[in-house]
């Protein structure tokens, strides 16, 4: 009964027909604060719905802002782990909400945030365990965010790490697993090919182009991957609803950058 509450829940999160997912992630004000587009997560979130979304990510003391009671419906991905820029070990990944509450929630999905490189990597990982066990026996879909970033990785974005990391995150259990985009879809091909999961990409620090953004994407795409979670280049972006649908023309439609950038005009 878990696999088939599983695969009803991971309806919820990605498109049932394409297979892939476009999830917007809006976990970033524990980590940075009350940063614009998360100030009023209420607008901000039904603009997003608005779009198309498959999905949001979200801490739990915000369920009561971001629950849809009216207008589209959305699925909902409750992050696990959490640290804040003031901490000395930002990259230090605590766990602050339990599979059982996010249950209570009304999750559809819970996320996990794992570096790797670095000298708290070994509790991570030791998280990322339960977790894992946890979510397979509460048949709880599991979205493992894996970067490469520490002491001893000097390029975040190169394709050794970051293969290594959507490894460790399918090895380790995860029904999805996110990643940075490598750059070229040549590169984030080998990162698909060893990572028997979907793999979804970041959208990473806020760009000044939207060309940029959908360029990346589309790049992931026709790589192999699965989809996006991306945050501020989304939900900072001067029309939310009109970006999503630009990314979800890419990501279910097979559309062009071209065909993309005309929804934004």
């Known amino acids: 009964m878990t696999i088939l509450g599983k695969q009803i829940r991971l309806e919820r999160i990605i498109n049932r027909n394409t297979r892939k997912t476009v999830i917007v992630p809006m976990d970033h004000g524990i980590s940075v604060g009350p940063i614009d587009g998360i100030r009023d997560m209420k607008t901000t979130i039904a603009k997003i719905a608005k779009g198309g979304a498959n999905a949001i ?6 369920i009561a802002e ?11 991905i409750i992050h696990l782990s959490a640290s804040t820029s003031l901490s000395m070990y930002p990259n230090a990944k605590t766990l602050v909400c339990s599979v059982e509450e996010a249950i209570k929630l009304g999750a559809d999905a819970v996320s996990i945030h794992v570096n790797l490189g670095n000298g708290q990597e070994k509790e991570m990982l030791a998280d990322f365990g339960r977790i894992s ?3 397979r026996n509460w048949g709880l879909p599991l979205l493992a965010m894996m970067y490469p970033r520490g002491e001893k990785i000097k ?15 399918y090895e380790m259990g995860a029904d999805l697993v996110k990643v940075s985009y490598t750059g070229s879809p040549e590169t ?7 990572c028997e999961v979907p793999v979804v ?18 790049g992931s795409i026709d790589a192999g991957g699965s989809g ?6 989304v939900f900072q972006h001067r029309d939310p609803t009109k970006m999503v649908q630009a990314i979800s023309a890419i990501v279910h439609e097979e559309a062009t950058v071209a065909e993309a950038l005309r929804i934004l005009e």
């Open 201 to 218: 990409i970041a959208g990473g620090p806020k760009m000044d182009s939207d060309g940029d953004i959908l360029q990346m994407v589309k």
């Open 57 to 62: 990510v979200e801490h739990k003391g915000l």
């Open 133 to 135: 066990y946890e979510t």
């Open 66 to 76: 971001g629950h849809r009671r009216q207008g589209t419906d959305i699925g909902l």
């Open 188 to 194: 984030f091909r080998e990162v698909v090919e060893g």
């Open 155 to 169: 390029d975040e974005y190169d394709v050794n790490v970051v293969k290594h990391a959507a490894r460790v995150g």
């Open 228 to 233: 996006v979670s991306i945050g501020r280049n």
